[in-house]
C-alpha cells in the first residue's frame, strides 16, 4: 500500500458543483495532515491544515478521520479559478521536512 | 517579499555535465529541503536540510549532492547529469517546530531541467 493515495482525476465539474476529494494514508503515526493546491507549472501552495476536528475556510471544507486514516477536502460552489491540482500531504512525528509525504494530486477542472 | 528564489527556471544540459540550481530564501527559515516532481509520481524528497551545516539524504538522494553554508542558501548539485534527472525540481523552506507556522511550506516557482 502506497503511503498517501489520492485519486488521480480528472474531476471535471460545472460551476457551481460541490466536489469531494479523498486521500488515505498508511502510517498510523502520522499527525499533520494538509491540503496543498498546485496550479499548472506552478509551484505548491498551502491550501489548508487538516484538525481533527474537521475544519472550514470558505467554501473549503477539510475532514480527518484518524481511524481510517482518511482524509477529505470539500468545496462548494466550484468557481472556474478552483481549476487546479490539490495535493494530499502528510507528515509523521517530528518537526522536519524528512517527514513529509506527498500524495501524486487530484486534478480539478471547472468548467463554464 | 522574495520568498523562495530558485535559479535558473529553465536549463537543457548534456548527459555527464554538471550544474548547480540555486536556492535562496529570505525569511530566516531553518528547514529546507529539495524535491524533484515527475508526471505521475508526485513530489519526492531529494534532500534537506534542519539548519547551517545539517543536511540529510531523502527519499531520491543518488546524483545529488547538497551543502548549507548559510541559512539562506540551499543549492543542489547534479554531479554528471543524467535523462532520468530530467524533471521539474522545486526548493521549499520553513520555520522549525511543529506549530502551525512551522508546518506551512513555501515553495520556490520551480526549475525545469532537461537533460539530453
Known amino acids: 500500500r502506497k503511503e498517501v493515495e489520492q485519486d488521480p482525476g480528472p474531476f471535471n465539474v460545472p460551476e457551481g458543483a460541490t466536489v469531494a476529494f479523498n486521500c488515505t494514508y498508511s502510517n498510523s503515526a502520522s499527525q499533520s495532515f494538509f491540503w496543498y493546491r498546485q496550479d499548472c507549472r506552478k509551484e505548491p501552495k498551502l491550501l489548508m491544515s487538516?484538525?481533527?476536528s474537521g475544519n472550514e475556510d470558505g467554501r473549503f471544507t477539510a475532514q480527518l478521520n484518524r481511524a481510517s486514516q482518511y482524509i477529505s477536502l470539500l468545496i462548494r460552489d466550484s468557481k472556474l479559478s478552483d481549476s487546479a491540482t490539490y495535493l494530499c500531504v502528510v507528515k509523521a512525528s517530528g518537526g522536519s521536512q524528512g517527514n513529509l509525504i506527498f500524495g501524486k494530486g487530484t486534478k480539478l477542472s471547472v468548467k463554464p | 517579499n522574495a520568498g523562495v528564489t530558485q535559479t535558473p527556471k529553465f536549463q537543457v544540459l548534456k548527459t555527464g555535465q554538471s550544474m548547480t540550481l540555486q536556492c535562496a530564501q529570505d525569511?530566516?527559515?531553518?528547514?529546507m529541503s529539495w524535491y524533484r516532481q515527475d508526471p505521475g509520481m508526485g513530489l519526492r524528497l531529494i534532500h534537506y536540510?534542519?539548519?547551517?551545516?545539517?543536511?540529510d539524504q531523502g527519499e531520491v538522494p543518488n546524483g545529488y549532492n547538497v551543502s548549507r553554508s548559510t541559512t539562506e542558501d540551499f543549492p543542489l548539485r547534479l554531479l554528471s547529469a543524467a535523462p532520468s534527472q530530467t524533471s521539474v525540481y522545486f526548493c521549499?523552506?520553513?520555520?522549525?517546530?511543529?506549530?502551525?507556522?512551522?508546518?506551512?511550506?513555501?515553495f520556490g516557482e520551480g526549475s525545469w531541467l532537461t537533460v539530453v
Open positions: 525569511m530566516n527559515h531553518e528547514y
Open positions: 521549499a523552506s520553513s520555520f522549525t517546530g511543529t506549530g502551525t507556522s512551522g508546518n506551512t511550506i513555501y
Open positions: 487538516v484538525y481533527s
Open positions: 536540510s534542519v539548519g547551517a551545516g545539517i543536511t
